[in-house]
Protein backbone atom coordinates (compact mmCIF):
# COMPACT_ATOMS: atom_id res chain seq x y z
CA UNK A 1 0.00 0.00 0.00
CA UNK A 2 1.38 3.51 -1.08
CA UNK A 3 0.03 6.50 1.02
CA UNK A 4 0.60 10.12 0.25
CA UNK A 5 -1.24 12.90 -1.28
CA UNK A 6 1.27 13.55 -3.89
CA UNK A 7 -0.56 11.58 -6.98
CA UNK A 8 3.05 11.78 -8.86
CA UNK A 9 4.79 10.22 -5.88
CA UNK A 10 1.98 7.54 -5.56
CA UNK A 11 2.95 6.95 -9.55
CA UNK A 12 6.49 6.74 -8.43
CA UNK A 13 6.32 4.81 -5.63
CA UNK A 14 3.54 2.08 -7.35
CA UNK A 15 5.57 1.86 -9.81
CA UNK A 16 9.06 0.79 -8.30
CA UNK A 17 6.67 -1.44 -5.87
CA UNK A 18 5.32 -3.20 -8.78
CA UNK A 19 8.93 -3.69 -10.44
CA UNK A 20 9.23 -5.41 -7.21
CA UNK A 21 6.63 -7.93 -7.59
CA UNK A 22 3.76 -6.17 -5.57
CA UNK A 23 0.57 -5.70 -6.23
CA UNK A 24 -0.20 -1.97 -5.24
CA UNK A 25 -2.95 -0.76 -3.89
CA UNK A 26 -3.00 3.68 -2.65
CA UNK A 27 -4.47 6.00 -0.66
CA UNK A 28 -3.77 9.59 -0.77
CA UNK A 29 -4.29 10.07 3.49
CA UNK A 30 -4.66 8.04 6.19
CA UNK A 31 -7.94 8.06 6.77
CA UNK A 32 -8.12 6.48 3.23
CA UNK A 33 -5.57 4.22 4.40
CA UNK A 34 -7.15 2.96 7.15
CA UNK A 35 -10.58 2.89 5.20
CA UNK A 36 -8.87 0.16 2.74
CA UNK A 37 -7.42 -1.82 5.51
CA UNK A 38 -11.64 -1.72 8.07
CA UNK A 39 -12.94 -3.14 4.35
CA UNK A 40 -10.87 -6.05 4.21
CA UNK A 41 -7.16 -4.80 2.38
CA UNK A 42 -4.03 -6.53 4.37
CA UNK A 43 -0.98 -5.42 2.51
CA UNK A 44 2.05 -6.92 3.10
CA UNK A 45 3.96 -3.53 3.26
CA UNK A 46 2.58 -0.13 3.84
CA UNK A 47 4.95 3.00 2.58
CA UNK A 48 3.70 5.81 4.43
CA UNK A 49 4.16 9.72 3.63
CA UNK A 50 4.27 12.27 6.84
CA UNK A 51 2.26 14.86 5.77
CA UNK A 52 -0.87 14.29 4.63
CA UNK A 53 -3.82 16.30 4.70
CA UNK A 54 -6.97 14.34 6.96
CA UNK A 55 -4.80 12.16 8.77
CA UNK A 56 -1.29 12.15 8.50
CA UNK A 57 1.57 9.81 8.20
CA UNK A 58 2.20 9.38 12.04
CA UNK A 59 -1.34 9.27 13.11
CA UNK A 60 -1.73 6.23 10.46
CA UNK A 61 1.02 4.49 12.17
CA UNK A 62 0.07 5.10 15.50
CA UNK A 63 -3.79 3.98 14.38
CA UNK A 64 -2.24 0.47 12.73
CA UNK A 65 -0.37 -0.37 15.72
CA UNK A 66 -3.89 -0.02 17.68
CA UNK A 67 -5.06 -3.08 16.27
CA UNK A 68 -3.72 -6.71 16.55
CA UNK A 69 -5.24 -7.30 13.19
CA UNK A 70 -3.09 -4.96 11.66
CA UNK A 71 0.03 -5.62 13.82
CA UNK A 72 1.70 -7.89 10.82
CA UNK A 73 1.81 -5.07 8.69
CA UNK A 74 5.38 -3.87 8.07
CA UNK A 75 5.47 -0.40 8.15
CA UNK A 76 7.91 2.09 6.08
CA UNK A 77 7.75 5.84 6.28
CA UNK A 78 9.20 7.38 3.15
CA UNK A 79 8.71 11.18 3.87
CA UNK A 80 11.07 14.25 3.48
CA UNK A 81 10.70 14.66 7.69
CA UNK A 82 14.62 14.25 8.14
CA UNK A 83 14.60 15.54 11.55
CA UNK A 84 16.00 13.19 13.73
CA UNK A 85 13.64 14.12 16.80
CA UNK A 86 10.94 12.61 14.09
CA UNK A 87 12.62 9.59 12.71
CA UNK A 88 12.79 8.82 16.50
CA UNK A 89 8.97 9.69 16.84
CA UNK A 90 7.92 7.71 14.25
CA UNK A 91 10.23 4.60 15.00
CA UNK A 92 8.82 4.75 18.54
CA UNK A 93 5.17 4.95 17.16
CA UNK A 94 5.81 1.62 15.46
CA UNK A 95 7.33 2.59 12.02
CA UNK A 96 9.61 -0.36 11.29
CA UNK A 97 12.25 1.62 8.59
CA UNK A 98 12.26 5.44 7.36
CA UNK A 99 13.34 6.38 3.61
CA UNK A 100 14.06 10.20 3.01
CA UNK A 101 12.32 11.85 0.26
CA UNK A 102 14.49 12.12 -2.26
CA UNK A 103 14.92 8.59 -2.87
CA UNK A 104 16.28 6.09 -5.28
CA UNK A 105 14.63 3.37 -6.18
CA UNK A 106 17.59 0.79 -4.99
CA UNK A 107 17.02 2.72 -1.39
CA UNK A 108 13.60 1.52 -1.37
CA UNK A 109 14.74 -1.86 -2.53
CA UNK A 110 17.33 -2.58 -0.30
CA UNK A 111 15.20 -0.83 2.53
CA UNK A 112 12.60 -3.85 1.51
CA UNK A 113 15.15 -6.42 1.81
CA UNK A 114 16.28 -5.33 5.15
CA UNK A 115 12.72 -5.71 6.82
CA UNK A 116 12.82 -9.11 4.86
CA UNK A 117 9.72 -8.33 2.50
CA UNK A 118 12.08 -8.69 -0.57
CA UNK A 119 14.36 -11.44 -1.38
CA UNK A 120 17.64 -10.98 -3.09
CA UNK B 1 22.73 33.08 16.71
CA UNK B 2 20.41 31.18 14.31
CA UNK B 3 22.48 29.19 11.28
CA UNK B 4 20.89 29.65 7.90
CA UNK B 5 21.32 27.14 5.35
CA UNK B 6 23.94 28.81 2.10
CA UNK B 7 22.55 29.50 -1.50
CA UNK B 8 25.07 26.16 -2.03
CA UNK B 9 23.01 24.21 0.40
CA UNK B 10 19.99 24.61 -1.31
CA UNK B 11 21.39 24.01 -5.00
CA UNK B 12 23.03 21.02 -3.72
CA UNK B 13 18.96 19.55 -1.97
CA UNK B 14 17.37 20.86 -5.20
CA UNK B 15 20.13 19.36 -7.56
CA UNK B 16 19.55 16.08 -5.39
CA UNK B 17 15.56 15.90 -5.85
CA UNK B 18 15.97 17.23 -9.73
CA UNK B 19 18.70 14.15 -10.39
CA UNK B 20 16.43 11.67 -8.33
CA UNK B 21 13.12 12.55 -9.89
CA UNK B 22 13.19 14.59 -13.18
CA UNK B 23 16.27 13.82 -15.44
CA UNK B 24 18.62 11.67 -13.33
CA UNK B 25 21.63 14.44 -14.57
CA UNK B 26 23.74 16.08 -11.69
CA UNK B 27 24.73 18.58 -14.58
CA UNK B 28 21.16 19.39 -15.60
CA UNK B 29 21.01 22.56 -13.50
CA UNK B 30 22.56 25.43 -14.28
CA UNK B 31 23.25 28.48 -12.94
CA UNK B 32 20.45 30.61 -13.97
CA UNK B 33 18.84 34.02 -13.51
CA UNK B 34 16.19 35.14 -10.95
CA UNK B 35 13.60 36.84 -13.25
CA UNK B 36 11.67 33.11 -14.58
CA UNK B 37 9.46 35.45 -16.58
CA UNK B 38 6.02 36.35 -17.39
CA UNK B 39 3.93 33.24 -16.75
CA UNK B 40 5.52 32.17 -13.49
CA UNK B 41 4.64 29.05 -10.84
CA UNK B 42 5.66 28.84 -7.22
CA UNK B 43 5.54 26.01 -4.61
CA UNK B 44 5.75 26.60 -1.12
CA UNK B 45 6.19 25.43 2.06
CA UNK B 46 5.42 26.93 5.27
CA UNK B 47 7.68 26.15 8.91
CA UNK B 48 6.77 26.85 12.50
CA UNK B 49 8.26 26.01 15.97
CA UNK B 50 12.39 26.90 16.41
CA UNK B 51 12.29 28.48 12.87
CA UNK B 52 9.61 30.52 11.26
CA UNK B 53 9.75 31.00 7.70
CA UNK B 54 9.06 29.60 4.17
CA UNK B 55 10.87 27.92 1.27
CA UNK B 56 9.87 28.89 -2.35
CA UNK B 57 10.41 26.80 -5.59
CA UNK B 58 9.42 29.37 -8.14
CA UNK B 59 10.07 28.40 -11.85
CA UNK B 60 8.41 29.16 -15.33
CA UNK B 61 5.63 27.72 -16.81
CA UNK B 62 7.16 25.71 -19.27
CA UNK B 63 9.48 24.56 -16.39
CA UNK B 64 6.92 23.85 -14.33
CA UNK B 65 5.10 21.55 -17.37
CA UNK B 66 8.14 20.28 -17.67
CA UNK B 67 9.12 19.17 -13.88
CA UNK B 68 5.26 17.81 -14.16
CA UNK B 69 5.95 15.21 -17.69
CA UNK B 70 8.70 14.32 -15.81
CA UNK B 71 7.11 13.33 -12.34
CA UNK B 72 4.12 11.61 -14.31
CA UNK B 73 6.01 9.99 -17.26
CA UNK B 74 4.08 12.18 -20.06
CA UNK B 75 4.58 14.22 -22.55
CA UNK B 76 4.79 18.51 -21.18
CA UNK B 77 2.05 18.91 -23.63
CA UNK B 78 -0.32 16.71 -21.76
CA UNK B 79 -0.50 17.63 -18.07
CA UNK B 80 -3.04 19.18 -16.72
CA UNK B 81 -3.35 21.70 -14.63
CA UNK B 82 -3.89 19.41 -11.32
CA UNK B 83 -0.88 17.51 -12.59
CA UNK B 84 1.38 21.11 -12.72
CA UNK B 85 0.18 21.62 -8.62
CA UNK B 86 0.90 17.99 -7.76
CA UNK B 87 4.36 18.18 -9.06
CA UNK B 88 5.23 21.73 -8.11
CA UNK B 89 3.62 20.72 -4.33
CA UNK B 90 5.73 17.62 -3.95
CA UNK B 91 9.10 19.08 -5.23
CA UNK B 92 8.59 22.17 -3.02
CA UNK B 93 7.87 19.60 -0.13
CA UNK B 94 10.90 17.98 -0.67
CA UNK B 95 13.25 20.33 -1.45
CA UNK B 96 11.53 21.98 2.13
CA UNK B 97 12.10 18.99 4.04
CA UNK B 98 15.88 18.94 3.55
CA UNK B 99 16.07 22.52 3.88
CA UNK B 100 14.08 22.23 7.46
CA UNK B 101 16.58 19.47 8.49
CA UNK B 102 19.24 21.94 8.10
CA UNK B 103 17.61 25.05 10.09
CA UNK B 104 17.04 24.98 14.19
CA UNK B 105 14.40 22.28 15.16
CA UNK B 106 12.14 21.13 16.07
CA UNK B 107 10.18 22.95 13.47
CA UNK B 108 6.64 22.03 11.45
CA UNK B 109 6.57 21.75 7.88
CA UNK B 110 3.12 22.67 6.56
CA UNK B 111 1.17 20.84 3.38
CA UNK B 112 2.54 22.70 0.10
CA UNK B 113 1.09 25.14 -1.74
CA UNK B 114 0.73 25.99 -5.21
CA UNK B 115 -0.07 29.47 -7.17
CA UNK B 116 0.13 30.45 -10.33
CA UNK B 117 2.59 33.89 -10.00
CA UNK B 118 4.41 35.08 -7.59
CA UNK B 119 3.94 34.62 -3.74
CA UNK B 120 4.89 37.15 -0.81
CA UNK B 121 5.04 35.83 2.65
CA UNK B 122 3.77 39.29 4.87
CA UNK B 123 6.75 39.65 7.39
CA UNK B 124 8.70 37.82 6.16
CA UNK B 125 11.99 38.18 3.66
CA UNK B 126 14.12 36.27 1.71
CA UNK B 127 17.33 35.14 3.72
CA UNK B 128 18.77 32.91 1.08
CA UNK B 129 18.40 32.63 -2.72
CA UNK B 130 19.58 30.60 -5.54
CA UNK B 131 18.89 30.81 -9.33
CA UNK B 132 19.11 28.11 -11.71
CA UNK B 133 18.44 26.86 -14.92
CA UNK B 134 16.59 23.72 -16.29
CA UNK B 135 16.16 23.06 -20.02
CA UNK B 136 16.79 26.89 -20.61
CA UNK B 137 13.64 27.72 -17.88
CA UNK B 138 14.73 29.40 -14.92
CA UNK B 139 14.12 27.82 -11.24
CA UNK B 140 14.86 30.29 -8.37
CA UNK B 141 14.53 28.68 -4.35
CA UNK B 142 14.44 30.69 -2.09
CA UNK B 143 14.20 30.44 2.04
CA UNK B 144 12.21 32.75 3.74
CA UNK B 145 12.32 34.07 7.63
CA UNK B 146 9.46 36.09 9.48
CA UNK B 147 11.80 39.32 9.95
CA UNK B 148 10.71 39.44 13.65
CA UNK B 149 12.83 36.29 13.78
CA UNK B 150 15.74 37.51 11.65
CA UNK B 151 16.06 40.79 13.72
Known sequence: MVIDDSSAMRLILGRIMRGLGFDVVEAPNGAEAIARLQSGAMPEIALVDWNMPVMDGLAFVNAVRKEEKWRQITLMMVTTESEQSQIVRALAAGAHEYVIKPFTPDAIADKLALLGVLAY | ?151
Open chain 2, 1 to 151: MTYIPSADDLEVITREVWTSFLDGDPDGLLPGETTPGAEEVTGCVHLSGAYVGSIMLRCSAPAARYAAAALFSMQPTDVTQNEVVDALGELANMVGGNVKSMLPGPSALSLPSVVHGQLAVPGAQVVREVALSWRGETLVVSLWQQAAQAA
